[in-house]
């Protein structure tokens, strides 16, 4: 199964899924060239998807949220190097 290669600063494209008839995607962004692919598609279309036997999976989306900044309350002992006798 190929999809088209979309750099993400370029328009999203749309694709047919051969292995899930009717399935329709658009393709966001692709790693490199036979690699991972950023696509949204219906729950439907990827069920049908995740069904078939191989290696194409399509994967929820994780939304990380940003930590805390952290803060050093205490400086950090700063290094001397050993004094030659």
């Known amino acids: 199964m190929s999809l088209p290669f979309v750099s993400s600063p370029e328009p999203p494209l749309l694709a047919e899924l051969p292995i899930a008839p009717g399935g329709t995607v658009r393709v966001l ?3 490199e060239r036979g690699g991972p692919q950023l696509v949204e598609m219906d729950a439907m279309a990827a069920q049908v998807l995740n069904a078939q036997p191989g290696p194409v999976r ?6 990380y949220e940003l930590p805390e900044p952290m803060s ?8 001397r190097p050993p004094v030659a006798p």
């Open 29 to 31: 962004d692709t790693v």
């Open 72 to 79: 050093c309350r205490t400086p950090m002992p700063s290094y």
């Open 58 to 63: 399509a994967l929820s989306v994780t939304t």
